[in-house]
């Protein structure tokens, strides 16, 4: 999110050296990717190394400014740092993060110019002004004050002496700042307003890189809605408000877990504040809070204000950043977005905030809670609960796109309402009377429970188990083969099982259903929680001069407001500061220039996953005899989260993990500025620890085993990120696999003795109890992860649990937990440059059976090569003859005579299909000698890992296992197959192209009847894919899938072939479809739209003689409607890329029938089920992304309408999968949540 610091960014990354300058910094990817740091000539006395931060600022041969070696590097100097190749000067080296002393950078230079660039004092101020609000409330820091203050926080005030000591640092912590804030000379530098307030700019435009104003992204508020007009009055939002409170609310809406400082700070400045000069802080930052909820509610909505061509969303252009605030901003990818939902996904974040930074003053007093009417509180609650209510009877039981994006729409405005909501409670236990009671908290709950997300609205949630498209678990579980001397369970507990069914509540799928039950559940009891931020008030450690007091003896007591409550006024007027919910309030009658267009829930909804157990709610004194019998095997810390972890409290601390996540993130600016990483994003997440309260006054009890809720709300996310390979982006942060697994990485760094053992356990729990629950994809995803924490971490990992896994990867059946293992170690290998010899070596334990069962099971079989493969081979790698004379070679007769006697004619006795592969002889030969240097490899790596696999048996003793020594061939380190590989087709494809058309020809005029000759194509192309697929090692999915783009790109295969390899089209059992084949099929498709539009931009730009180029035609064309034209891009997309969908949905649902179980899953059916889901979520994310968003005009409702005119829309795919006959109950029951899902995707 853009805005306010997110954490500190001042801090020394490096560990200064005893005598200044400091060491290196650490980057995104944590301190053990940094290879050198310090350096730079802007270090201490000596002079430094150039180093560099991982190559993402490297020194500028025309600048001296680099402040001790790269952006945030140390100095250079005397000592060098032992680890890194940095160092110090004596003096101090680096601007920020350098020596310890406050010498401060050496301005700028050029070594051809004597002029020198001045930093504006002013702006230096701010500069250090943010830095103090941005830290002021940090839990970390706070938690180090207290703990060495000791027994000093319990001598404080009777007012505060219930104070937790964290809350109590944090509240003296603002009281410091307001003193300095508020002093007689202070205040009319900090707190200048309106005309007053000076503009701001940084001078040292070499240094504005580093030096942006971090408090915030609101630097002018346009209220405009589109561009600006004589008679239309622009107010500058924040030059009325004033610099602090811009800076003030930004931090509120940027730092989640430091809003009760935040608050604290609002009312202490209103009231210290000279009230002749500076009166009405608390007013203005009220006011200003209230234009950034406007304007973020309608970028969550997407409300889009119609006006014609040149329409807009709302928010778009109501902000403009000053040139001092552009390092702050993300860049314009992280803004839209993975799926083009970034601005959407961060304004809610934002408004979600904002109304926790309102409940909190709410709580204080400063605004009116109830009686403000309408503009009180709970008023702006009841607007939003109406809203959404009104959004959520608009959508019901539609399939108009523009229904269903109000009934996204209603589900935002619930999440937001629900989670301010426990904020805003008053506190009972403190006898504190402000804030929302109870009753009206439980009606607003009864609200949104009927109409928007409970049971009795139409509400059904996309993580729900088999129906959801975004599912994590099936409904029900997978027919995994038992091990040998296991017996299957019994079919009585699944006959019960079943008739339980039917008397389960429904499932909280999603963090949307949790929230409405855990608001619930705290309303009826306000104890169901130890989360301590929903009742910290760091305000009450504040004090003021009792009015009563004299002079000489002082008396100091609570500080209060005193002044008018304040009201809120979301529409502001004229200056209409929100369009969006007055759109939804008077939805009947509303005006037609507004529509809600929103359009996921993704980065706002999570699915929800429960590793460890839930908590006992009593009456379970028969399991409690039994836990304690096996307290002594459990791990301690395990024991205390189940049991003193509340449902409650679980929600509540994977909010703020995701909260955290979500605003700490890294991010970069378009002008290049980074800030934050993944170690800063750790530390921030396990300063969570400090917000639980405990039995007693420790800390430490309080805090017990939240590494496990840590653990649990990260491998959840990891589960139902966007799959790689998929074609499709991250849809949000939070979905990003690699993020996420870089922060889990740095947590294990921060915390070595805690979050290993928590991954070990979960990871185990995973394992045995969900892994034949979860989804293909869920299960591939925490594979793949598994592989990359393994990787990071020296492979450190129980030995007895590969011991374990083992016999699940040998079972000749597919299994879920043999699926997993071999995804793992699959992934492990393409992570490493030896491949699956490097996961043998120093991964799995000696004399294992996972190398031969995962790696050299796929080994392939030592077949002699022929001659004429060898001559072929020898000829296009060896002597790199001329394309032309192998393609005369290929197709000539005597070739036949010589290799293609071996091969049986066509005739009546055999048969005589067209995919046969002795149809396509010379394809599949010339295919062979072209990606032999693919074989080869593969062959390679296998006689490695499984030489390595003897050799480490050997030294352990194991002396069963034979050294066979096999032969190895040598390769060039700098070779890059896949590269070659990419050169030769693009040179060799006559030669294909030719093999196809001679083995087509041949079999056109042996077969009997008449022959279609695409289809007859398409199986000389499927012929080359299969061949590959042959080659290709099964753990190199990434080489698959750059070969096959590559010929898709020289059109040698089409994307309809590419569909049909991956389906096995030639095959009729399920069992021969690879898990990852809607992955394939998202890939053909993405190229059938790509070429598609290509074409129909090479022909409105192509001349009549065929020459396409780009021409001045003075505005001639002006007047020609765009419309037409994106209408016109979007038919040709839909062409190209429905055929494909139509048939790989209709193949997919064959496939499944084909199998019959009557009580499990099949494996291969609910890989089938998944794959339809997630190929159609792909597909409509490339239509939409290829074809619709370069159009200003056109949305999801047009795309709805073009696949409506190509009986393609949901509810005709919908009946297509219905219609498939078959005898399983189960694939029955897949095929009912396929076409579910698939309805309510389209």
């Not at 409670?425 to 403190?430: E, F, L, P, S, T």
């Not at 009456?619 to 003193?644: C, R, V």
Request: charged share 25%.
């Amino acid at each position: 999110m853009e805005g306010a610091l997110s954490s500190d960014r001042y801090n020394d990354r490096g560990g200064p050296s005893s005598r200044g300058g400091g060491g290196g910094s650490n980057d995104y990817y944590g301190s053990s990717h940094h290879r050198r740091g310090g350096g730079g000539r802007g270090g201490g006395r000596g002079r430094g190394g150039r180093g560099y931060n991982n190559n993402r600022h490297r020194h500028h041969p025309y600048r001296r400014d680099d402040h001790g070696g790269g952006r945030y590097g140390g100095g250079g100097g005397r000592r060098h740092n032992d680890r890194y190749d940095g160092g110090g000067g004596r003096r101090g080296g680096g601007r920020r993060h350098g020596g310890n002393n406050n010498r401060g950078p050496r301005q700028p230079a050029n070594r051809f110019t004597t002029e020198t660039k001045s930093v504006d004092p002013q702006y230096a101020m701010m500069k250090q002004l943010t830095a103090m609000v941005a830290k002021m409330g940090d839990l970390g820091g706070a938690a180090e004050v207290a703990a060495t203050m000791g027994d000093e926080n319990n001598n404080s005030e009777a007012a505060v002496v219930m104070m937790r000591p964290v809350v109590k640092t944090i509240g003296m912590n603002v009281s410091d700042l307001v003193e300095v804030l508020c002093g007689p000379q202070n205040a009319q530098l900090f707190l200048k307003f309106g005309d007053d307030e000076p503009a701001i700019t940084a001078n040292n435009d070499d240094n504005n890189e580093e030096e942006a104003n971090e408090g915030g992204d609101i630097a002018a508020m346009n209220l405009n809605d589109g561009e600006a007009k004589e008679d239309v009055k622009v107010i500058n939002a924040t030059k009325q408000a004033g610099t602090l409170s811009t800076l003030l609310v930004s931090c509120a809406y940027g730092l989640p877990l430091q809003t009760p400082s935040y608050a604290a700070l609002t009312l202490g400045v209103d009231v210290k504040a000279p009230k002749e000069t500076h009166a009405g802080f608390a007013g203005r930052c009220v006011d200003l809070a209230m234009r950034c909820l406007g304007r973020d509610l309608d970028m969550a909505l997407e409300c889009r204000v119609a006006s014609g061509v040149g329409a807009h969303a709302k928010g778009d252009d109501g902000i403009t950043i000053g040139e001092h605030d552009k390092d702050n901003v993300r860049c314009l990818a992280e803004r839209t977005g993975g799926c083009g939902n970034g601005n959407q996904i961060d304004a809610y974040y934002r408004a979600k905030f904002l109304l926790r930074y309102l409940a909190y003053l709410t709580k204080i007093g400063i605004v009116a809670a109830e009686d403000g009417g309408g503009q009180s509180f709970l008023g702006l609650l009841q607007m939003l609960a109406q809203a959404a209510t009104n959004a959520a009877h608009a959508s019901a039981n539609s399939n108009d796109e523009k229904k269903r994006a109000l009934g996204r729409a209603s589900r935002v405005l619930a999440s937001l309402i629900l989670s301010v909501l426990p904020y805003a409670m008053n506190n009972a236990n403190d006898g504190s009377e402000k804030g929302l009671s109870s009753d009206t908290i439980s009606d607003l709950v009864d609200v949104i429970e009927s109409n928007v997300v409970g049971q009795a609205s139409s509400y059904s949630s996309d993580y729900d188990p088999g129906t959801g498209p975004l599912s994590i678990l099936l409904k029900g579980e997978l027919d995994d083969a038992p091990l040998a001397g296991e017996m299957e369970e019994e079919e009585d507990d699944e006959d019960d099982d079943d008739e339980e069914d039917g008397d389960q509540p429904a499932p909280c799928a999603d963090t949307l259903q949790d929230l409405l039950r855990t608001v619930r559940k705290l309303v009826s009891s306000s104890s169901s929680t130890r989360f301590a931020l929903l009742g910290d008030s760091p305000w009450s450690a504040l004090t003021m001069d009792a009015q009563s007091s004299s002079m000489e003896d002082q008396e100091k007591v609570p500080m209060e407001y005193s002044g008018e409550q304040l009201i809120l006024d979301l529409v502001g007027g004229e200056e209409d500061r929100c369009k969006s919910v007055p759109y939804l309030m008077s939805i009947d009658n509303a005006d037609d220039s507004v529509e809600i267009i929103c359009r996921s829930l993704d980065g706002i909804v999570f699915g929800r996953l429960a590793i460890f157990d839930a908590p006992s709610e009593g009456g379970d004194d028969d399991e409690e005899d039994e836990d304690e019998e096996d307290a002594e095997e459990t791990n301690p810390n395990l024991e205390s989260y189940t049991k003193s972890y509340s449902l409650g409290d679980r929600f509540f601390l994977a909010d703020a993990i995701r909260d955290v996540l979500m605003c700490h993130r890294p991010m970069v600016s378009d002008a290049g500025a980074d800030r934050n990483n993944a170690k800063e994003v750790a530390e921030q997440v396990w300063s969570i620890s400090h917000l639980f309260l405990g039995a007693d006054s420790s800390d430490d009890s309080s805090s017990k085993g939240i590494e496990f809720g840590i653990i649990e709300t990260l491998v959840s996310l990891i589960v139902q990120c966007t799959p790689q390979g998929s074609g499709m982006p991250s849809s949000s942060p939070l979905n990003e696999h690699v993020y996420l697994s870089r922060v889990l990485l740095e947590l294990t760094k921060l915390k070595p003795s805690l979050i290993p053992q928590a991954i070990v356990l979960a990871v185990s729990g995973m394992f045995e109890d969900f892994m034949p629950s979860l989804t293909t994809t869920a299960r591939d995803n925490l594979g793949h992860w598994l592989s990359f924490h393994l990787t990071n971490t020296d492979y450190q990992w129980p030995k007895s649990y590969w011991e374990h896994w083992a016999p699940y990867a040998a079972i000749d059946q597919r299994n879920s937990r043999g699926d997993f293992v071999s995804v793992a170690l699959w992934s492990m290998a393409t992570l490493s440059p030896e491949g699956p010899e490097t996961v043998a070596r120093e991964c799995l334990p000696a004399g294992t059976t996972l190398v031969q069962s995962v790696f050299l099971n796929h080994k392939r079989s030592n077949v002699d090569v022929s001659s004429t493969e060898t001559d072929l081979i020898n000829r296009i790698w060896d002597t790199s003859e001329d394309p032309d004379s192998i393609r005369q070679h290929i197709i000539s007769d005597e070739l036949l005579e010589s290799y293609g006697s071996t091969i049986r004619s066509i005739d009546d006795n055999v048969d005589n299909s067209m995919a046969q592969p002795k149809v396509w002889w010379r394809t599949r030969l010339a295919t062979r000698a072209l990606f032999h240097p693919v074989s080869r490899e593969n062959t390679r790596m296998i006689s490695l890992a499984e030489k390595a696999w003897k050799k480490k048996a050997s030294a352990d003793g194991d002396n069963d296992m034979e050294d066979e020594n096999p032969a190895e061939e040598g390769r060039d380190e700098a070779e890059d197959i896949l590269a070659d590989l990419s050169d030769a087709i693009a040179r060799f494809k006559p030669v294909l192209l030719a093999a196809v058309a001679r083995d087509a020809d041949a079999y056109d005029s042996e077969a009997t009847g008449k022959v279609d000759d695409d289809k007859l194509l398409l199986a000389g192309e499927v012929s080359i894919l299969s061949e590959i697929g042959s080659l290709v090692s099964a753990w190199d999915s990434t080489a698959i899938f750059s070969l096959i783009e590559c010929l898709m790109k020289n059109q040698i295969v089409s994307s309809l072939a590419v569909a049909t390899w991956a389906l096995c089209d030639n095959a009729d059992e399920s069992t021969n479809v690879s898990p990852q084949w809607w992955k394939v099929v998202s890939l053909a498709v993405n190229k059938a739209i790509t070429d598609a539009l290509s074409k129909v931009e090479s022909s409105s730009t192509d001349l009549g003689g065929g020459i396409g180029m780009i021409i001045d035609d003075g505005g001639a064309n002006d007047g020609v409607d765009s419309t037409e034209a994106d209408v016109n891009r979007l038919d040709e997309a839909l062409k190209a890329a429905v055929p494909i969908l139509k048939y790989s949905l209709e193949r997919a649902c064959h496939l499944l029938s084909t199998t019959n179980s009557p009580k499990k899953i099949p494996i291969a059916a609910a890989d089938l089920a998944e794959g339809m889901k997630r190929l159609s979520r792909a597909a409509l994310f490339q239509l939409s992304s290829l074809a619709l968003s370069p159009s200003p005009t056109l949305t999801l409702s047009n795309l709805q309408r073009g696949l409506m005119s190509m009986d393609a829309d949901g509810e005709k795919l919908a009946s297509a999968c219905q219609a498939v006959e078959c005898d399983g109950e189960q694939e029955k029951k897949l095929l009912q949540h396929v076409a579910f899902s698939v309805e309510k995707l389209f």
